[in-house]
T-cell receptor
Framework: DGGITQSPKYLFRKEGQNVTLSCEQN?????MYWYRQDPGQGLRLIYY???????QKGDIAEGYSVSREKKESFPLTVTSAQKNPTAFYLC??????????????FGPGTRLTVL | KNEVEQSPQNLTAQEGEFITINCSYS?????LHWLQQHPGGGIVSLFM???GKKKHGRLIATINIQEKHSSLHITASHPRDSAVYIC?????????????FGKGTKLSVIP
């Protein structure tokens, strides 16, 4: 069964702590993306990666970091520098790096709450 | 900033009604996506289109490139169609790997 898995589904963190959200895909997709979703707003791109060992900042990268050491994995770290980290985080992938005519496949999401 | 506007924001319908959700965007695009987000949060891609019309079951998506407008129609709506429907576009141009998302339309179908 191919797809994208994200863990954990719910995550609680104390203010000032870094936390890493997992994203794994077994679709053999080249490109992977991290989005943030806040109530009443559209999804916003945090980071994306078109190829292993390379990634680019999206619209709201400040306070976040990523790595892409393996094709199937694209973890997102929410650092203590992120001013308002409580949100729903979605990981996605597309088959080709260009992605322009590709369907985006989404993971189930991780809901992060900072206490 | 290039924006994607959806209307209505919220929609309540009786089971069996025909539903239309609208999406408009500001500049040229290479593709438009319609996505469905269920209450649990997971998102499923319904359609990707760059011209014309696509149909899948009771769902129909159309796009008018000249008017920069797309519609998602649901025929014979059912309570299981209750979800947030999201329009997203990929703008034309070099390096345009990003999608720009609308805020979504929350649909509730009442039995």
């Amino acid at each position: 069964d191919g797809g994208i898995t994200q863990s954990p589904k719910y995550l609680f963190r104390k203010e000032g702590q870094n936390v890493t959200l997992s994203c794994e895909q077994n679709l053999n997709h080249d490109a992977m993306y991290w989005y943030r979703q806040d109530p009443g707003q559209g999804l916003r791109l945090i980071y994306y990666s078109q190829i292993v060992n390379d990634f680019q900042k999206g619209d709201i990268a400040e306070g976040y970091s990523v790595s892409r050491e393996k094709k199937e994995s694209f973890p997102l770290t929410v650092t203590s520098a992120q001013k308002n980290p409580t949100a729903f985080y979605l990981c996605a992938s597309t088959r080709l790096a260009s992605g322009s005519t590709d369907t985006q496949y989404f993971g189930p999401g991780t809901r992060l709450t900072v206490l | 900033k290039n924006e994607v506007e959806q209307s209505p924001q919220n929609l309540t319908a009786q089971e069996g009604e025909f539903i239309t959700i609208n999406c408009s965007y500001s500049v040229g695009i290479s593709a438009l996506h319609w996505l469905q987000q269920h209450p649990g949060g997971g998102i499923v891609s319904l359609f990707m289109l760059s011209s014309g019309k696509k149909k899948h079951g009771r769902l129909i998506a159309t796009i008018n490139i000249q008017e920069k407008h797309s519609s998602l129609h649901i025929t014979a709506s059912h309570p299981r169609d209750s979800a947030v429907y999201i329009c997203a576009v990929r703008y034309s141009g070099a390096g345009s790997y990003q999608l720009t998302f609308g805020k979504g339309t929350k649909l509730s179908v009442i039995p």
